[in-house]
Structure formats: structure tokens, C-alpha cells
């Protein structure tokens, strides 16, 4: 009987062996992590903005998703409430009261920074997120394995998932409309924006353009641009009239924001070992634990 069980241990601890040898030699599931210094930005000044939310229609227009006429986003009836990009609306703008003009309201928009340290890209155990060369953060949906740790990494809680799809759900946030820029486009939302709140280019060059801005019209901005460095950078960069926290901005500091289980994740499906193999594994050296205590109990009889 010993013989027996010694036997079937060791059979078994060769084909976990074999098990993790040929996971190890798989491909990593390494993710694009690129940050380039001629990486490209936007700058949005909300002191410019007047809230007619044209740049929504026509991110919804790009990325194909449901949308009324450009007429209903007249309708400013939303901004009693504040609302947050979700999977049917990739950006959205929000209103907030001027410190010096009832009648000026200032007004957000909101979407994914597209960080320079992306948290997502830490998080994700599969590599489905990418900070691309151009500065963009964008998501494979053939990677992509559901486990929604980007969401929960996300320091500005913007990646939505899309509960009401029980058998391919998507991950959906602003992909910084890199069909577009690919083709030599800007983002969709700056190319309909009617009184240029939104500007697209070189991030370097736009920080230079907002401390310009800054230094020429002191009563007009506080001193700070939100997305210099705001969690090691940004690639969306913002002025204000009033404290970004007063505009729902969170309060983060200057280190990057990594994905909180990016050391276990990543070191265990670095070689992109499906969670169902992994399993399997554990299961083995469970089974061998169990037998072998088993066998000892016997023994002992």
C-alpha cells in the first residue's frame, strides 16, 4: 500500500512539473507600457467652457454608442445633478458654481486622464490595458479576462463595465480616439468644441502654453495646472478659476498610482497562466498533501 501511494505521489508531482514547465514557457502577457517625451495631451480650460456638451455627442458619434440629436444637448436640465462617464457615455460635462459669477457657471468635462503611470496597466493581471506612444491608455478586449481590477485600481474611477451584457461585457472608458489620431484626426471632442475650451497637442508644449496662461491672466486661473503631476502625470491637463476639489477633482498626490495586488498579479500570471490552470495546480499539490497525510495516518495504525 505505501509502495502504491509513493508511487502516485511521485507520478503526480512529475505531471505538475511538466504542468509548470510548459506554463513558464509561455508567451508573457506583458503589457504596452510606453512613455514617450513627445507623447500628446489635451488642455482643458474651464474657464472658456460653456457647457453645451457638443464634445459629448460627438465622442458618442465616434465610438458608435446610442445618441439623440446634437439639438437635445442643449437640454442643461443634467447638470442638476453630477454625473460620471459610465459604458453608454464615455465623457460627460459638469457644472459647478462660479466663486465670482451666478450667471458664469464653470463647467468640467470629465473622462479618462490617461496617466503617464497608469494604474490600470498595473492592475490588470492579463495586460488588456496599454499606454500607447501617443499618450493614450487603451484597452484589448481580447485579453481581457472580466476581472474588473482596473476598476478598483483607477484612481479617478473612470473604466465602467458593461453589467447589462451577460455574455460579452466590455470594458468601456475614452480611448482618447486613437482610430482617429492614428489617422492623422484629433480626438473628436476638440475638433467640435465651438470656443477652442479643448486643445490637442504635444503634452510639453500645452504645460508651457497653460503656465502662459497662468502668468499673463493671474485673476483669471489659480496658480496650478491639475494633471502635471497629479499621480506621476497626466495626459489630460486642466486650469480652473477655483480649487480643482472644489470641482470634484480627487485629491491625489504626485507618486504614481499602481495597482494595489500588481506584485501577487503580476507574479502569478505574468506568463499569462489562465486563473483555471492555476487552480488546477493548487488543486495537485492539495490532492499530493492530502494522500500523503492520509498514507501517514495509516502507517501510524
Known amino acids: 500500500m505505501a509502495k502504491h501511494s509513493r508511487r502516485d505521489f511521485l507520478k503526480t508531482s512529475a505531471l505538475i512539473g511538466s504542468a509548470t514547465l510548459g506554463l513558464s514557457s509561455t508567451a508573457k502577457a506583458a503589457p504596452e507600457n510606453v512613455l514617450s517625451e513627445d507623447r500628446m495631451g489635451v488642455l482643458v480650460d474651464t474657464t472658456v467652457c460653456i457647457g453645451c456638451r457638443k464634445c459629448e455627442w460627438a465622442c458618442k458619434s465616434a465610438h458608435d454608442l446610442p445618441t439623440a ?3 437635445t444637448y442643449d437640454d442643461r436640465s443634467v447638470f442638476s445633478n453630477v454625473r460620471r462617464p459610465d459604458d453608454k457615455a464615455l465623457t460627460v460635462v459638469n457644472e459647478y458654481q462660479s466663486i465670482t459669477s451666478d ?18 496597466v498595473s492592475a490588470c493581471i492579463v495586460g488588456a490595458f496599454s499606454k500607447k506612444e501617443n499618450g493614450s491608455v487603451v484597452w484589448d478586449t481580447d485579453k481581457c479576462i472580466g476581472c474588473r481590477y482596473c476598476m478598483v485600481a483607477c484612481p479617478f474611477q473612470i473604466p465602467a463595465f458593461e453589467f447589462e451584457k451577460a455574455l460579452k461585457p ?38 508651457r502654453t497653460a503656465k502662459e496662461k ?5 485673476h483669471r486661473y489659480i496658480n496650478r495646472i491639475f494633471g502635471e503631476y497629479e499621480v506621476g502625470g497626466t495626459s ?3 486650469l480652473s478659476s477655483k480649487e480643482f476639489e472644489q470641482l470634484d477633482f480627487p485629491k491625489l498626490g504626485k ?10 498579479q503580476h507574479g502569478i500570471f505574468s506568463y499569462f497562466v489562465p486563473p483555471v490552470a492555476l487552480y488546477a495546480l493548487l488543486g ?11 498514507n501517514e495516518t495509516d502507517t501510524e495504525n
Not at 104 to 114: F, G
Not at 284 to 294: F, T
Request: contains cysteine; hydrophobic residues 35%; aromatic residues 6%.
Open 170 to 207: 466590455d470594458i468601456k472608458k475614452c480611448d482618447f480616439c486613437i482610430n482617429r489620431t492614428a489617422s492623422g484626426k484629433i480626438p473628436a471632442c476638440t475638433e467640435i468644441c465651438p470656443v477652442e475650451a479643448i486643445t490637442y497637442g504635444r503634452r510639453e508644449d500645452l504645460i
Open 103 to 120: 450667471k458664469l457657471p464653470i463647467n468640467v468635462k470629465v473622462q479618462c486622464m490617461h496617466c503617464d503611470h497608469p494604474a490600470c
Open 255 to 264: 507618486d504614481p498610482a499602481p495597482g494595489v495586488s500588481e506584485a501577487i
Open 69 to 71: 440629436s446634437i439639438e
Open 236 to 238: 489630460w491637463l486642466y
Open 284 to 294: 495537485g499539490i492539495m490532492w499530493i498533501n492530502k494522500n500523503k497525510k492520509h
Open 214 to 218: 497662468i502668468k499673463n491672466y493671474p
